[in-house]
């Protein structure tokens, strides 16, 4: 077997260029490993690429507490992320708190308005409540049929493309070993279980000391070959960007159907879809046209907005929305940082920090109970996986 010519620290092959593992990889990097990237594609395309980079789940009154202590912790660490990633490859990720808005309309009422006005006040996330001429004023672009709405103002976002581009150079910088269009077929493990590698597409194979599985969407699959259920699964999200002038649009704003995402430039990103539809690539006549009716009924006058590109992704989807964290104890040596689904954005500082540091030796603080790899099956139509289409 090859083994990893990195350096003197553990060895760690992390299967997954995403977001998530390309920033954990760092972070083994920093606590002294010698990390190795094995990415099947091009690192940070697929679901890291696609996502809106909101910092915040969409209904966090939702989930369990667990996932609101795990949310809390990784946006903490957002402004070390981004003056060390500014630092190290002068690249600006537009890490910013713009504010999230929720309005509501004449002919509807805010979802859950007890509830996250309950969340937010237990957990200390300023929130303000907006009557209709406030709302205007926030946001003058808005339908005058809007009643009110309720108004985070720290919330923030990232630009995803720019994020991971940081991210692959700071991994570069840092001579952490990245393979691209290197595609692990399997898992090797030792008679007792123990996983001690990888097989590549080719039949070659790679030893290390731990192996961390962050395949996205894909995860689940490799996963099943050693008998590990897994069940992640990919939820198709299509977004439309808008290009119209700067200021359109101040405020991430969310309402059922669809959220704008306004960016610096005038651009204004608008998701998604949810779609479990497996692997099936490209975007559809369809959705787009329902994702921009319902922009339009929020805001009329993005009407005249230009479309400046369509896309999709696949998020890695989990049955109760919630990823699979930590050690696989049937098989030591592999490690599991997956199914972040509709958060892995806003949770990959977290997880980069919590997953180098076990892998290291040091168990998190967090409790980590409820992203256990063998919890029971558990869906919650809440925050799970949506209906088929
Ligand atoms: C439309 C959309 C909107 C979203 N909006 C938000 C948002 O606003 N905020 C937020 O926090 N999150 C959002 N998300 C979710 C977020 O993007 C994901 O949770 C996150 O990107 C998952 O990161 P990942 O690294 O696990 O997966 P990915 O980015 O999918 O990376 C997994 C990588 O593993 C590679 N891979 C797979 N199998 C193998 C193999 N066998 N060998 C080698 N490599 C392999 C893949 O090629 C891929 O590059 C959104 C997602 C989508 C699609």
Same mark, same amino acid.
């Given at each position: ?63 369990? @507490?667990?996932?609101? !202590?795990?949310? $809390?912790?990784? %946006? =903490? ?9 500014? *630092? /190290? ?17 004449? @002919?509807?009422?805010? !979802?859950?308005? $007890?509830?996250? %006005? =309950? ?9 303000? *409540? /907006? ?100 069940p ?86 989990t049955p109760d929305g919630m ?52 919890r029971p099956l558990q869906t919650s139509?809440?925050?799970g ?5």
């Amino acid at each position: 077997m090859a083994g990893l010519k990195q350096g003197d620290g553990k060895r760690v092959v992390v299967i997954g260029g995403g977001i998530i593992g390309c920033l954990t990889a760092l972070y083994l990097h920093r606590l002294g490993a010698s990390p190795v990237i094995l990415e099947k594609g091009k690192t940070g395309r697929e679901s890291s690429w696609a996502g809106a980079g909101i910092l915040c789940p969409i209904h966090p009154w939702l989930y369990p @507490d667990s996932f609101t !202590h795990l949310i $809390d912790d990784s %946006l =903490a660490r957002y402004p070390d992320l981004n003056d060390m990633l500014l *630092e /190290l490859t002068g690249m600006d990720i537009e890490w910013r708190n713009n504010g999230l808005l929720i309005p509501f309309f004449s @002919d509807d009422c805010i !979802h859950h308005r $007890d509830q996250a %006005l =309950a969340w937010s006040e237990r957990f200390g996330w300023p929130v303000e *409540e /907006l009557d209709s001429t406030q709302t205007c004023e926030h946001e003058p672009s808005i339908s005058a049929s809007v009643n009110g709405a309720l108004l985070w103002p720290e919330v923030g976002q990232v630009r995803n493309p720019r994020l991971l581009a940081a991210v692959r150079k700071a991994l570069e910088i840092c001579n952490v070993a990245v393979q691209e269009q290197t595609e692990v077929v399997a898992l090797e493990k030792h008679a007792d279980g123990a996983i001690c590698g990888v097989r590549l597409a080719g039949g070659k194979s790679i030893a290390a000391d731990a192996i961390l599985l962050a395949a996205g969407s894909w995860s689940g699959e490799l996963a099943q070959q050693i008998g590990l259920i897994l069940p992640v699964e990919p939820v198709k999200g299509q977004i439309v960007l808008l290009k119209d002038t700067p200021g359109m649009v101040n405020h991430i704003i969310k309402h059922d159907d669809a959220y704008l995402v306004p960016r610096i430039d005038g651009h204004i990103l608008v998701g998604a879809s949810m779609e479990r539809a497996g692997f099936q690539r490209g975007t559809s006549d369809d959705v787009v046209s329902r994702l921009l009716e319902s922009t339009w009924r929020m805001m009329p006058g993005l009407k005249g907005a230009d479309i400046a590109q369509q896309w999709m992704g696949f998020r890695p989807g989990t049955p109760d929305g919630m990823p699979y964290l930590g050690p696989v104890d049937e098989h030591p040596g592999l490690w599991v940082a997956t199914g972040h689904y509709r958060n892995g954005v806003a949770l990959a500082p977290g997880t980069a920090e919590l997953m180098s540091r076990w892998i290291m030796g040091k168990p998190p603080q967090l409790d980590m109970f409820d992203f256990r790899i063998n919890r029971p099956l558990q869906t919650s139509s809440a925050v799970g996986f949506p209906g088929s289409l």
